[in-house]
């Protein structure tokens, strides 16, 4: 979607309204007191009332807009500048956008808006072939200095990703070349480098009927355990290049779209940075219709 077909369906506060209570309606709306689910709308108060218990629940309510004070106008134009580009906005540059005085509000509202993009690729697993490995990101350190010379994993500063790709082999016929093509992928920062840690990532996020494929780290010993089959290769610049090539194309994509974006990003924020990396990747190919994906997730990811 671009500026002028977004300022022509939803240039207006009552625009953007109608059309959220229409994607709402069309999840279902449950009664926060009773769980029922059919409802009355009253327009006057715009909020919806249960026919069992008469109990209300605004538009808002239960959507990740739930107690927000900034208007639906603003928050659809935010979800916009989200989705209309692969690169995406910082918060301050969201606040310029926007012409806001306050910059508070501005970075929950886009928090929330990555959390739920988090939320909702975490409903489902990858599967198939599979590849895996991490990458180390430079965070900004809380009160602790780099170590100079120190880099991969314990270095001071940075943080363990791992990084997750569907990667399934094909053929060209005419020239019997063979390569990967790649499908949707995860992203989740590790908080230590245990197989425990490496285990729980294997099953949230992968399939175990899958095949993944990764280096040979101690820390993967465990994956066979949780999927059809594991294989392993040793580390070097053609494994990088074949067998794990999606995932590091992503790691260098993903460095690069950080370092242009935001130039220092918080440790404790860098999960929220992934998920809306991963959302925009994995839905590539949506076109204008991301930014309708992105308006779902804010109603569902409370």
Known sequence: MNIFSFTANFGSEDACREHFKLERDKQGVKCHRCAHTEHFWIKSKWSYECKKCRSRTSLRSGTIMQSSKLSFLVWYKTMFLLSATKKGFSSKEIQRQLGLKRYEPVWAMVHKLRKAMGKREGRSTLEGMVEMDEGYFTVESSGL???????????????????????????????????????????????????????????????????????KSTSYVDITDFVELHLTEKSDANTTKTTLKWVHLVISNAKRNFLGNYHTIKGKYLQLYLNEFVYKLNRRYFGDRIFERLVVANITGL
Request: aromatic letters at 4%; zero cysteines; a positive charge.
């Open 145 to 215: 200095q780099k170590s100079k010379g120190v880099r991969g994993r314990g270095a001071v500063g940075k943080s363990n990703v791992s990084i997750m790709a569907e990667s399934t082999p094909v053929e060209d016929l005419e020239t019997g070349k063979k390569d990967r093509v790649a499908g949707y992928f995860k992203a989740k920062v590790l908080e230590d480098h245990t197989r425990e840690g490496i285990n729980e990532t294997i099953t949230q996020s992968i399939n175990e009927k899958s095949i993944v494929f990764t280096d």
